[in-house]
């Protein structure tokens, strides 16, 4: 249950590496036809509406059967409906449960949405980047949304953590992460010397890319040129099976 980029490109990844997943979006909530259509790769796709008994059913029988659930919410919103954690483990005691947040789950701006430009800001990132640039702005904002896609690859990894620590060690397992985190996370790494680092080669627009990254695919939403998955396996076939369509084509199933 995630919308944008974080959560969905961690669903995405898993999808790209054979699972199977399920992407549940609300029919009350605007979508982000570019966007979605870029993360919804390697997914089927559902809409519920949780305030609806019927929908909310529906949910809670794909959780009852799942490994792994991906919510990208603020804290407490769910919970509100009955689908917190201490809820849902009653219902599927072996269920490895991913939270996305903006700013955490303690602390006083714990229940604050957010998203990633906001955290860039509101963290001084932006303003130290732009004093590093030492041109005078006021802020130098990144060149992507780099909290967001940073943070989903952070939400993949954690859920195959637990995924593995369930196996190994039973039970259900809980992971937090935080666009305020891997801001902190990002910015330990330091930064480099001079204006260096703003000099990178950037690609100004799609006829840039070398052609080899791309893939030609036919979906539900017509013909896709997109980036291929970056990941290789030795021995393993890595990448998406199942192209975008419009959000709410799928029944809410598992595939047998």
């Keep these: 249950?995630?919308?944008?980029?974080?959560?969905?490109?961690?669903?995405?990844?898993?999808?790209?590496?054979?699972?199977?997943?399920?992407?549940?979006?609300?029919?009350?909530?605007?979508?982000?036809?570019?966007?979605?259509?870029?993360?919804?790769?390697?997914?089927?796709?559902?809409?519920l509406d949780i305030r609806k008994e019927e929908d909310k059913a529906k949910l809670i029988e794909l959780l009852r059967e799942a490994d792994i659930f991906i919510q990208g919410y603020r804290p407490g919103a769910l919970e509100s409906r009955?689908?917190?954690?201490?809820?849902?483990?009653?219902?599927?005691?072996?269920?490895?449960?991913?939270?996305?947040?903006?700013?955490?789950?303690?602390?006083?701006?714990?229940?604050?949405?957010?998203?990633?430009?906001?955290?860039q800001t509101c963290s001084g990132m932006n303003a130290s980047e732009a004093e590093h640039y030492g041109k005078g702005a006021a802020a130098?904002?990144?060149?992507?949304?780099?909290?967001?896609?940073?943070?989903?690859?952070?939400?993949?990894?954690?859920?195959?953590?637990?995924?593995?620590?369930?196996?190994?060690?039973?039970?259900?397992?809980?992971?937090d992460v935080s666009l305020a985190g891997v801001m902190k996370y990002l910015r330990s790494l330091g930064q480099y010397p001079g204006t260096s680092g703003f000099s990178a080669k950037n690609y100004l627009s799609d006829k840039d890319v070398p052609p080899e990254y791309y893939e030609l695919r036919d979906s539900g939403l017509g013909e896709l040129k997109a980036i291929t998955h970056g990941a290789k396996i030795q021995g393993v076939e890595v990448g998406w099976k199942i192209m975008p369509k419009p959000l709410g084509s799928d029944k809410a199933e598992w595939l047998q």
């Design 1 to 47: 249950m995630s919308r944008v980029i974080a959560a969905p490109l961690a669903g995405r990844t898993l999808a790209a590496h054979g699972a199977d997943v399920i992407w549940v979006t609300s029919p009350t909530l605007p979508d982000l036809p570019k966007t979605d259509c870029d993360l919804a790769r390697g997914k089927r796709t559902v809409q």
């Design 140 to 175: 130098m904002p990144m060149p992507c949304q780099a909290l967001d896609h940073a943070g989903g690859y952070l939400l993949a990894t954690a859920a195959m953590t637990g995924l593995y620590r369930r196996i190994k060690e039973g039970g259900s397992w809980r992971v």
């Design 82 to 119: 009955g689908l917190g954690p201490a809820d849902l483990v009653k219902i599927n005691p072996n269920l490895v449960f991913v939270n996305l947040s903006a700013f955490g789950p303690r602390g006083p701006w714990a229940k604050r949405r957010g998203y990633d430009s906001l955290v």
